[in-house]
């Protein structure tokens, strides 16, 4: 088999006390014989993400069943998470989440959209978690970790709380340990004693970076749907798996998709705009890319939005301010430079100036956000000094918004 074109997905089954089979942990695997070699969290998180939603399709990985999919803080705070289905998904937060305020505001709003939360490898429950706890529904508790006297009053905190959570035992690996997790009250169990993970396999079917990048600048200029669908038959395994995501997502639609302009219309452009981050993040070429930055530029994207508009430009300025910052990390994140990227992009000279070397006033702008990320006071103090981008004293509030514009995001539901 063409293992370039062969990708794994892990599956392992949480079960009830009856031994039912009530939801699946979705797992990054890098080879048929379930070994992971990970070495990011996001690209692991987008990629499984991918492969479940995308190329399997839903329905075949978790049939009637949740999906349990592992976030860290930097993928939780961008918008692909509204990508998903609420009701099938739960986010769950890796243990190496600092559950910060900005972390404990994102899952309050996601919970009140409908999505579910678990928290990951807990060996005990200390002051950190309280922030977090009314908006989880499972705390699966690492049970080969955590020495077994202190299971029980672990568990008999959990199920003192306000809220109904539910403990789960995980890294069960012996019926003698699945026997005690019961007596002492566990809910939910998952463990090799059960299952160990199941490996799926299927054909990856990566679209071309020209067509993907060309289908992202369409998004973003908010083309017009005729011309996405043109774009997109350059690709015929794009427009299937946008066949497969429209199904997945599971958006309420009265019947079946009867076209690609169907399926373009029922998905919508802010959602369109997230899948295609995601392929992205996912994206394989001669090797994966360093790190998944989309978010990053998401939010340096809405920080020079938001000051052009601080200087009054008009929207198709700030429209191209906008643009610049999504598309500034584009050489790191494919791993290819920037001026090869923009030969595949027709963009104005103003925004090509800024990517190309920093010039002109979207130029500064950037500078401006990168100085901010670099955490370089005298270099944001320049820049604020010799162009008037705006206040020293409004910048952190920008700098917010910018960072919370994700968590504004939504999917527009159609419900019957």
Not at 75 to 87: I, R, T, Y
Not at 182 to 198: M, S
Not at 229 to 238: D, G, H
Request: hydrophobic share 45%; glycine share 6%; charged share 25%.
């Amino acid at each position: 088999m063409d293992t370039a074109s062969t990708f794994w997905l892990g599956r392992q089954p949480i079960l009830d006390l009856t031994g039912n089979t009530v939801a699946y942990e979705l797992l990054f695997r890098s080879s048929a014989t379930g070994g992971a070699v990970v070495t990011d969290d996001r690209t692991a998180t987008a990629t499984v993400i991918s492969h479940a939603f995308s190329e399997l399709g839903l329905a075949s990985v978790l049939g009637t069943c949740r999906g349990y999919i592992n976030f860290d803080a930097a993928l939780l705070m961008s918008d692909v998470v509204e990508l998903l289905p609420p009701e099938r998904t739960m986010i769950e937060l890796l243990e190496s989440v600092e559950l910060t305020p900005a972390v404990v505001e994102r899952c309050r709003e996601l919970n009140a959209r409908g999505f579910s939360f678990a928290l990951d490898d807990v060996e005990q429950l200390d002051e950190t978690h309280a922030p977090i706890l009314p908006f989880v529904d499972v705390v699966k508790v690492d049970v080969k970790a955590t020495p077994a006297q202190a299971l029980p009053g672990l568990v008999g905190r959990l199920r003192q709380l306000p809220r109904r959570v539910k403990p789960l035992a995980e890294k069960v690996d012996t019926g003698e340990q699945a026997e005690f997790c019961r007596q002492i009250g566990f809910e939910l169990f998952q463990g090799y004693f059960f299952a160990r993970p199941v490996v799926l396999q299927g054909r990856r079917t990566d679209p071309s970076r020209r067509v993907l990048l060309r289908l992202l600048q369409q998004s973003l200029a908010d083309a017009d749907t005729a011309e996405i669908e043109a774009t997109f038959r350059q690709a015929p395994e794009l427009s299937y798996k946008l066949m497969r995501l429209v199904n997945s997502v599971g958006i309420g639609i009265p019947s079946e998709i009867r076209s690609l302009t169907h399926a373009l219309m029922m998905l919508g452009r802010r959602p369109l705009q997230r899948w295609l981050q995601v392929l992205l993040f996912a994206h394989h070429s001669a090797g994966d890319f360093p790190s998944p930055l989309l978010q990053m530029a998401a939010a340096r994207g809405r920080l020079l939005e938001l000051l052009a508009e601080r200087c009054d430009e008009p929207p198709e300025a700030c429209d191209q301010a906008f643009m610049t910052g999504i598309l500034s990390l584009l050489d790191t994140l494919l791993q290819t430079p920037m001026a090869e990227i923009l030969n595949d992009i027709a963009l104005p000279p103003s925004v090509r100036d800024a990517l190309l070397e920093r010039r002109g006033a979207l130029g500064q702008k950037l500078r401006l956000a990168e100085a901010l990320e670099q955490a370089d006071d005298a270099q944001v103090a320049r820049l604020l000094d010799a162009h008037g981008l705006c206040s020293t004293a409004d910048l952190p509030a920008l700098q917010i918004a910018a960072l919370g514009w994700s968590t504004e995001l939504g999917i527009v539901r159609h419900r019957a």
